[in-house]
């Protein structure tokens, strides 16, 4: 078992940037896929970013390329993701995954989900 905590979530003004960790117990994150994914009022859950296991490739959603960045510390066992030059639009509920998705970029194959921390970008 994994369990997964999230934290960093905020307000934060649009321009501005928040970063997001996700810390890990229970069991070690580093034969694990990463990703983080996000749920805004009203609307379904989507994919953000993710990072591989092996060899650290990272996958990013259009939405959210350039300005977001996913990494991990295995040492740690934690997974991060710094988001800069936030919108609006971002604003949403993030939850970080743990698993092994089949197919990059969807939700199918993560095991283990956080509880999701809060990220609020005012315009």
């Known amino acids: 078992q994994v369990q997964l905590v999230e934290s960093g979530g905020g307000l934060v003004q649009a321009g501005g940037s928040l970063r997001l960790s996700c810390a890990a117990s229970?069991?070690?994150?580093?034969?694990?896929?990463m990703g983080w994914f996000r749920q805004a009022p009203g609307k379904e859950r989507e994919f953000v970013a993710d990072i591989r296991w092996i060899g650290g490739s990272t996958y990013y959603a259009d939405s959210v390329k350039g300005r977001f960045t996913i990494s991990r510390d295995n040492a740690k066992n934690t997974v991060n993701l710094q988001m800069d030059s936030l919108k609006p639009e971002d604003t949403a509920v993030y939850y970080c995954?743990?698993?092994?998705?089949?197919?990059?970029?969807?939700?199918?194959?993560?095991?283990?989900w956080g509880q999701g921390t809060q990220v609020t970008v005012s315009s």
């Open positions: 229970g069991r070690t994150l580093s034969t694990y896929d």
């Open positions: 995954a743990a698993g092994r998705p089949q197919v990059r970029g969807t939700s199918a194959g993560y095991a283990y």
